[in-house]
């Protein structure tokens, strides 16, 4: 793939997971919340020059400094989302204006790991975008799912 479908891949996902985290919608714990990080990481993975071989001891510490801090990012986008029992018992989940600034600070941590990168002269395709990307979504989605878990034995409640 071209480094510019693999940029309108992950901004296609972004505004789609953006939009839904946004609207309430009920939570399925059982659904495979890992598929489409998978994809995105198949797809990231298979990029030969992900680590770029002029510059690999650089490189391999700029992918995994960045891969590190999107762990974290994606830990706090989880905990930002509301999470509550309805009436009947079904867990609902929506995201909230810290979900949104957590959003901001991913784009923001993303584009200060190019920055380093460009200062270290390392090449970063496109697909360390994926991969992050890939990660974020997954451990959100963990994060989330351990959060629903844990109203588990609780007929009503809010975990913010």
Known sequence: MTA??????????????VGRQLRARRL????????????????????????DPHHEAAATAVLL????TTLGMGCAWGWTMRIWRDGDG??????????????VG??????????VGAALHVHQSSSVLMLS??????????????????LDGKQHGLAA
């Open 65 to 68: 400094g960045s891969l590190v």
């Open 90 to 103: 079904a867990l609902w989940t929506r995201g909230s204006t810290a979900t949104v600034f957590a959003w």
């Open 133 to 150: 990307l890939a990660l974020l979504l997954l451990v959100r989605s963990v994060a989330v799912n351990w959060r629903a878990h844990q």
């Open 4 to 17: 510019l479908s693999n940029v309108l891949i992950a901004v296609a996902v972004i505004v789609l997971v």
């Open 28 to 51: 399925d714990t059982e659904r495979r919340f890992w598929l489409l990080p998978l994809v995105l990481a198949a797809v990231a993975l298979r990029d030969p020059v992900l680590i």
């Open 106 to 115: 991913a784009i923001v941590v993303r584009g200060a790991w190019y920055g």
